[in-house]
C-alpha cells in the first residue's frame, strides 16, 4: 500500500512537503506520482517521476512550482510544492502503475487514501 503524510493548512506563498511511503510495494518499481482532487474539478495528476532515469513531468498548474523526487533507501516518494495558491487546496493522493500512460491519464493501478491540503 501507499501511504501519505505532510498535508495540512498552509498560507497562500508558502510550501509544503508531502511524503509517500511504500509498503509491501517497491516504488522504484514504478512510475510514481501524485495526484490531486480539487474541489469541483476533475482529477488531475499534477507531477510524475519516472521509475528508471528518475525524469519527472508536472503538470502546466504546478509546473515550476513542484518537484517530485524519490528515496529509494527509505522507500519514499517526496513532492514539494512553493509558492503555493488557494487553487492547490485538495486531496493529494500518491499513486502508482507499471505504465507511465496510465499515470499521466490519471488512471493508476495503486493509490493511497490521500492527504488534504488548504491554501488560504
Known amino acids: 500500500q501507499l501511504v501519505e503524510s505532510g498535508g495540512g493548512s498552509v498560507q497562500a506563498g508558502g510550501s509544503l512537503t508531502l511524503s509517500c511511503k511504500g509498503t509491501?510495494?517497491?516504488?522504484?518499481?514504478?512510475?510514481m506520482g501524485w495526484l490531486r482532487q480539487a474541489p469541483g474539478m476533475q482529477r488531475e495528476m499534477v507531477a510524475v517521476i519516472n521509475r528508471d532515469d528518475g525524469g519527472t513531468h508536472y503538470a502546466d498548474s504546478v509546473n515550476g512550482r513542484s518537484t517530485i523526487s524519490r528515496n529509494d533507501g527509505e522507500n519514499t516518494v517526496i513532492p514539494q510544492m512553493n509558492n503555493l495558491k488557494p487553487s492547490d487546496t485538495g486531496i493529494y493522493y500518491c499513486a502508482g502503475d507499471a505504465s507511465r500512460w496510465s499515470l499521466l491519464q490519471g488512471r493508476p493501478g495503486r493509490w493511497g487514501q490521500g492527504t488534504q491540503v488548504t491554501v488560504s
Open positions: 509491501g510495494y517497491t516504488v522504484s518499481y514504478y512510475y
